[in-house]
């Protein structure tokens, strides 16, 4: 039970800390609104994945295994390519961001952001690839196994988010410094891993 919440811990953190819609939206309300409006954006793939992930999970129970073999042999590749993204990403440019002195109200930029989500292909690749595998590996260690991977995942991808928007509110150098360079390039190594022990299982599965 271990590895999976350890492998929903990793998955999660590198999934919070690349960038993407998601992390561009936190960053840009929490410049704009500040740090409370960055957390709600952090927030909104608790509200607009569990459709993803039930779709995930139907998947997987009408595959045989060479199927979600194949599968992981995409999400392997889909993952090295996240890292090759998060490795060689360009830190946003603030100067094109100024600070707005309206109010949005929370429920408004909460609803967009899960709009944003919604319409922001990652989550559909990730669990549709790469989810899809790994919650087939987790459902058959049992429910328990599910669970961690999840609350390990969401937690990680939720906080890593929290974090930057508390970071950024803080001090918006952080971005452009030499420390949000090593956290991409660490996560970028860290996506490099798990995508090639996603694609050697995906390996076996489909073709052993």
Request: no cysteine.
């Amino acid at each position: 039970m271990l590895a999976s919440l350890l492998l929903g811990i990793s998955y999660g953190f590198a999934a919070g800390v690349s960038p993407g819609p998601m992390l561009g939206l936190v960053i840009t309300q929490t410049l704009l609104r500040g740090w409370r409006a960055g957390n709600l954006v952090a927030l909104a793939p608790l509200f607009s994945d569990l459709p993803i992930i039930i779709l995930a999970a139907l998947l997987i129970n009408r595959l045989p295994p060479a199927a979600i073999g194949w599968l992981g042999i995409l999400g392997g590749l889909f993952v090295l390519f996240l890292a090759y993204e998060s490795i060689r990403a360009v830190p946003p440019n603030l100067s094109d961001i100024q600070a707005s002195p309206t109010t949005e109200q929370p429920g408004r930029l909460l609803g967009r952001a899960v709009l944003t989500n919604l319409f922001n292909p990652h989550p559909y690749l990730f669990w549709g690839t790469v989810g899809a595998p790994l919650l087939a590996g987790a459902m058959a260690g049992g429910i328990g196994h599910v669970a961690l991977f999840l609350a390990g995942f969401y937690a990680l991808l939720v906080g890593s988010k929290l974090l930057v928007a508390l970071l950024v509110n803080h001090s918006r150098g952080w971005l452009s410094g030499r420390g949000y360079r090593r956290v991409l390039i660490a996560s970028g190594v860290l996506l490099a891993v798990l995508g090639v022990f996603l694609l050697r299982d995906g390996i076996v599965l489909a073709f052993f």
